[in-house]
C-alpha cells in the first residue's frame, strides 16, 4: 500500500557511486597520482552483489536516460524524495573500494567519496543525509574517518557491509563502536559482502541468486556475533541498523537465540537478559525488502511476531526494484505501525535529524 | 509424613550425591560441603533425571569478557538443556520465577535417638553409635 502521508523518513536509498574522476579532487596528491598512473582510477569498483546493469538494482522506470540507477540527482530527488513525500532521505553509497586488500587505498577513496557526498551530493538537496563509509582492515583509520566526518551533522550513520573480514563483534573493531558511539553515530550493517569469505556457510555459490537469498543468514551471523561478543553491553548508547536485511528473519533468529542462550548462556556472563530484550532496544531493520507473501494477514501475523513496533525503519530502498508504483508499505500494516516506522522510530534512531515541530499532516488534508 | 534412614553419613561424603528410590521415588541426597539436601530426581523443566546431571558452581554475571566461578559445588546443572538449579534450595537459576525443583527435608540423626522411632529403616541395620541420614517424605 501506499504511505498515507507525507514527511516520512527514508532509511535507505543508494544514489550511485560517482565515477572515480569525481572523487580524484578530494584525495591528497599522492593517491590521485598513483590511481591515475596505475590506471586505477579507470576501474569499475563495481561491487559484484551490486552490479548497476542487473535489472534488481534498477527499477525499470527508476532508471534514468543516461548512466546508472541513482546517478542523476535530479531524477533521485523527484522520485525518491517528491514522490514518496519524505522529509528525509538517508544515502548509502555502496562503492567498491570497500572491498580493496590494500587498506591505505580503500581508506583513501572512501575518505574522498565521504567528502564527495558531503560536499557534492548532499548540498544538492537539503532532505538528503549520508552515511560515513569505512574500511575495517585498519580499524584506527576508520576511527580517524569517523571523526574527521563526524563534525558534519549531515552525516548521521556509519555505513559497513554486512560481510567483512571477520565476525562484526570481534573486540578488534571496538575502537570504530567506541568512536561512533561517542559521535552519536548508529552502524548501519548494509547487505552486501567483502567476499573474504563464501557468503554461504557451505562455500562458494554459482549464482547470483544464492548470494542474495542467502543475504539474511549474513545478517544473522552478525547479529549473534555482536550479541555474544558484549558490544551491546560494552557500547550502550550504540544501536545496529541493518540495512536491506529481508526484514522477516528476526522472529525465528529471536526464537533460536533465546533457546540456545537458555542453554548454554554461561559461556556469556555478560549476557545478563532474555537476548530477545536487547535486540528489541538496540536494533533497528529498515523496511526494504520485506520478504513475506502479499497476503495482508498472514503479514500482520508476521508483524506480530516482532512483538515490537519500534524495530522497522521506513525504507524504499531506491533504485532497487522490490515493489511496483509506490506500493512501499506492505499490506496489512496497520496506520499506527506506519507512523512508528516512517516518523516516530527514524527521528529516535537519528538524533541527528531534526524533527520538524508540527506533525505530518495527512495527505488528503494536502490535497484538500 | 515418614521418616526414611537412607544412608550412614560416610557413605556419602561432602562433594558427593546418592540418588536412592524410597516409597516408588527417586532422590537425590547430596552433601554440600557436609550440610545434606534431598532433590525429586525429576527436572522440573523437562522431566529429565535431574540428579544425574553434574555438580557445578554459579557462573557470575560480569561485564564482557570477564569470567568467574562463584559457589562452586552448590548447583545441579540438569543433563537434558542445562539449566541449573540451587542444591539446597532447589531454585532455578534460569527461569527462576516460573521452575523450581521439588526440595524433601533431610536430616543427620544419631543413632541412638534413632532407634527410639519412629522410622523405616528397610536396608539399614542403625548402630546406636553411628549419624545417619534421614529422609522425610
Known sequence: MKLPFRGAVDCDIHPAPPPMSAL???????????????????FGFTLTSHNPLLAIHGRPDWRPKTGTPGSDIDVLRAQALDDFGSAFAICNVLHGATTLFHGDM???????????????????????RGSISVTLQDPKLAVAEIERCADNQDF???????????????RLYWPVFEAAQRAGLPICLHAGSLYRQAPMGNGWPSYFVEDYVTQATAFEGALVS??????FRKFPDLTFVLAESGVTWLPQ??????????????????????PREIIRERVRMTLQPFDAPSDARVIQRIVEHFESDDILLFSTDYPHWHFDGDD??????TSELIRKIAIDNPYATYARLPRPVAPARNRTEVSA | ????????????????????????????????????????????????????????????????GEYELIRKGEFLR?????????ISSGQSYCDPTKVKARKFDVAVERGDDLVKGPYVAETYNVAIENDYVVLTL
Open chain 1, 253 to 274: 533468529f529471536v526464537w533460536r537465540q533465546d533457546k540456545m542462550w537458555l542453554g548454554v548462556r554461561t559461556e556469556l556472563p555478560w549476557i545478563d537478559r532474555v
Open chain 2, 1 to 64: 509424613m515418614k521418616r526414611y534412614v537412607v544412608a550412614a553419613v560416610p557413605e556419602i561424603p561432602p562433594g558427593t550425591h546418592k540418588i536412592i528410590e524410597v516409597s516408588g521415588r527417586e532422590v537425590g541426597v547430596f552433601n554440600v560441603n557436609g550440610a545434606f539436601y534431598a532433590l525429586l530426581n525429576r527436572c522440573p523443566h523437562g522431566g529429565a533425571a535431574l540428579c544425574k546431571g553434574t555438580v557445578v558452581g554459579l557462573v557470575r554475571p560480569g561485564g564482557v
Open chain 1, 106 to 128: 580503500a581508506a583513501a577513496i572512501l575518505g574522498a567519496l565521504n567528502d564527495w557526498l558531503a560536499k557534492e551530493l548532499l548540498p544538492r538537496d537539503r532532505r538528503l
Open chain 2, 78 to 86: 540438569c543433563p537434558w538443556h542445562g539449566w541449573e538449579f540451587e
Open chain 1, 328 to 333: 512501499v508499505v506492505p499490506d496489512g500494516f
Open chain 1, 156 to 170: 548521521v550513520q556509519v555505513l559497513l557491509p554486512a560481510l567483512g573480514e571477520l565476525p562484526i563483534g570481534r
Open chain 1, 226 to 231: 555482536l550479541l555474544a561478543e558484549g558490544v
Open chain 1, 24 to 42: 580524484l579532487p578530494f584525495m591528497s596528491d599522492y593517491w590521485s597520482d598513483q590511481l591515475q598512473n596505475r590506471y586505477i582510477d579507470k
